[in-house]
């Protein structure tokens, strides 16, 4: 693919989803951070509320900065559209097709949470950014592409990026440590060992050192003291099995519903090309595994979401892991069928999707923000998958492909435009009926709740809640002015 179509690609990327960011209306923390009560947070140092001190500050700056905040939405979507093509060796046209339209189709719940969010953007999205930044870093220094000099400033420059990386999200803070020492072992082993790989592991120990320090995990595990706002907890009724085959599995895999169906067609795309090249027998068991994998999990997906798995059995929640577990095996076969550092890409994002669950099946409750990082890993892999079947494909149809996702993308672009214009509106609407109320000096307002309310991370102010707080905090609001919602 040329210079000029990515430049151009990435630009207007930016461009589109930075306008399509000033439309997010301030929602649930927001309201806080932008408030005295996100300088109360920073004025006690993030005492007993979490370690994700560089996150903090960040949406500490982001919610009081309305004009750049969406720039920086924006910038982030595109740099993860950019690293996970880079990653994957598969800056085509159709790579950056398929990879913004599956990045557009996440589930609508984590779009609005990690995307449409900004507090939920600063630290899931930015904790994402990282991860893969970190990848494609040990990618180049294992492939030796870093020039000779300047290796001690690059090193002390690594540390300090791994320190503040490390205080984003904590189960990407414990990637980053299991990780970077695996790198290490591995270089050491292959009596190859950079100051890179040093200056991860040391950065990444003291940045974590620095996140665990802080005194609300404590308070989260078993036996700590309770109370101060800690809303997560690490432990709980269902045992770690448990929670694996079911909630994480859920979010993690099941509830993915698009990027499933593409990645199921990469895996039978690829399997079928390898069987025609004489590879048969390698074929079968990918393609078995994905189909098996199919019929478990649409109709968890699709006749059974996630709001109606309260009205089933007790049990049936497993077939989530099931399917995870299909999908798991499904990939590990196919990966044989890869040639060259792409087998050895492909298990790392497989390991990586691993290492960034596994924290999750001891914590509650489990949020589908938790599992971004693990859904643009996974379009690493689709990416791969491609671009190895691209071999056994012809340009019409590569130029087919990239048409549908381009179309799928364009598609999904305009409707989010469409919902959050009509969202502004009334949300702007709202906050002037509410200043109009206050400067009447009435003391109470009824507020309409926010259109496609579904597409905002806690969209209205709730009468008793904090959410009712916190919006009148935000919007310099009378303390005294009661909120009520009409039905």
């Not at 001690?152 to 990637?175: D, K, S, W």
């Not at 009724?237 to 085959?245: A, D, G, N, R, V």
């Not at 709730?462 to 005294?480: A, F, I, S």
Request: aromatic share 10%; proline share 4%.
């Amino acid at each position: 693919m040329g210079r000029r179509f990515e430049t151009i690609w990435l630009l207007t990327t930016f461009v589109v989803l930075s306008a399509l960011a000033f439309l997010f209306p301030a929602n649930g923390d927001d309201w806080a951070w932008g408030s005295s009560i996100g300088a109360e947070r920073l004025h006690t140092l993030f005492a007993d509320y979490n370690g994700r001190y560089v996150a903090n500050l960040v949406v500490l700056a982001l919610t009081r900065v309305p004009l750049i905040a969406p720039l920086v939405v924006g910038a982030g979507l595109t740099a993860l559209i950019f690293l996970i093509v880079d990653l994957s060796r598969n800056r085509t046209v159709w790579g950056y097709a398929i990879t913004t339209a599956l990045l557009l189709a996440m589930p609508l719940t984590m779009w609005r949470e990690t995307v449409s969010w900004l507090s939920g953007f600063t630290n899931y999205t930015l904790s994402t950014l990282l991860v893969l930044v970190y990848l494609r870093a040990v990618q180049r220094d294992w492939r030796r592409e870093q020039p000779p000099a300047h290796r001690v400033l690059r090193m002390i420059g690594i540390i300090v990026l791994a320190f503040l990386a490390a205080q984003f999200m904590e189960n990407v803070t414990l990637y980053f440590v299991v990780a970077s020492l695996v790198v290490l072992v591995a270089q050491l082993i292959r009596r190859r060992v950079s100051l890179d790989a040093w200056g991860w592991v040391i950065g990444f120990l003291l940045g974590a050192a620095m996140m665990f320090s802080n005194g609300a995990y404590g308070r989260a595990l078993p036996g700590g003291a309770a109370g101060g706002g800690q809303y997560q907890q690490v432990g709980g009724t269902e045992s770690i099995m448990t929670k694996l085959l079911e909630q994480v599995s859920r979010r993690g895999v099941v509830d993915n519903v698009a990027l499933n169906i593409v990645l199921a067609g990469a895996v039978i795309l690829l399997a079928v090309i390898v069987a025609r090249r004489g590879g048969v027998r390698r074929a079968i068991a990918p393609l078995v595994l994905i189909v098996l994998f199919l019929i478990t999990v649409v109709p968890l997906s699709v006749l059974l979401p996630d709001t109606a798995l309260t009205l089933v059995p007790s049990g049936w929640g497993t077939f989530a892991g099931l399917g995870a577990l299909l999908l798991l095996a499904a990939l590990v076969t196919i990966a044989f069928s890869l040639t060259g550092e792409r087998r050895l890409l492909f298990a790392a994002g497989l390991g990586t999707v691993l290492i960034l669950v596994a924290p999750l099946a001891v914590v509650s409750p489990l949020g589908p923000r938790l599992f971004l990082a693990t859904y643009c890993v996974i379009l690493v892999l689709v990416n791969v998958l491609f671009q190895e079947a691209a071999g056994g494909l012809g340009p019409v149809s590569l130029s087919g492909l990239a048409a549908v996702a381009g179309a799928a993308a364009i598609g999904l672009l305009a409707g989010y435009f469409v919902v959050y214009s009509i969202i502004t509106v009334a949300a702007t609407h709202r906050l002037e009926a509410a200043r109009a109320a206050a400067a009447a000096g009435k003391s109470s307002v009824m507020l309409r709740p926010l259109p496609f309310a579904d597409y905002v991370h806690h969209a209205d102010p709730t009468p008793g809640t904090v959410w009712e707080d916190r919006y009148k905090l935000y919007y310099d609001l009378p303390p005294g002015l009661t909120i009520t919602l009409s039905k």
